[in-house]
């Protein structure tokens, strides 16, 4: 089994931290926004991807990569996010329905809080210190685990 991790953590790299914690128990290849394209995807069996939530989006590059996805491209795939709030299903749902309304399969939906020292949090140092931290990093590698057991699952034909 092979995922590719699609990301762009241009703010304090908090998302590449949740990515990295991915590959530690996984097949998982990390790749930034700027150097994919559908082309590559050719070689996964699933794609994932994931951003900082920046005014209450992914990043803009994520969502055009998204709306851009053709049937040609594996249809299992995965949405994650850091953000001030960690508002889960607020911040993934709008890629997570773009995705199935491309016909992919969506396998989860993972996201926790993160630093974040933008505008007025920049006054006062920042909220959120010190995350992701070990329990984020532990939280993304079971939900890592779980998005490939659920592709298993999919692709387990029963013999009868
Ligand atoms: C320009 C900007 C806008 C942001 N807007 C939001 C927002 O609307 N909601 C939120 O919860 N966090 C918001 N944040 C906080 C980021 O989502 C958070 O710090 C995230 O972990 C950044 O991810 P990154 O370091 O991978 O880029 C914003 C941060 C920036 C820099």
């Known amino acids: 089994m092979k995922i590719l991790v699609i990301i762009s953590s241009t ?3 908090n998302t590449r931290k949740i990515a990295e914690a991915m590959a530690k128990n996984a097949p998982v290849t990390i790749a930034e926004i700027d150097s994919v394209s559908e082309h590559d995807l050719r070689d996964y069996d699933i794609v994932g991807l994931g951003s900082g939530i920046y005014f209450g989006k992914h990043d803009a590059k ?9 049937d040609t491209s594996t249809p299992y795939m995965f949405v994650f996010s850091t953000s001030g709030t960690g508002n889960l ?22 996201g926790c809080k993160a630093f ?3 505008g007025p949090f920049k006054l006062v140092g920042g909220i959120n210190k010190g995350r992701p931290n070990e329990n984020d990093y532990k939280q993304a590698r079971m939900f890592i685990e779980s998005v490939m057991q659920k592709y298993k699952d999919l692709n387990t034909k029963t013999v009868k």
């Open 62 to 70: 994520i969502i055009d990569f998204a709306e851009n996805l053709s």
């Open 11 to 13: 703010h304090m790299g």
């Open 116 to 118: 974040d020292k933008f």
């Open 89 to 110: 299903d607020k911040n993934n749902k709008p890629l997570i329905d773009l995705l199935k309304s491309k016909n992919k399969i969506v396998l989860g939906s993972f």
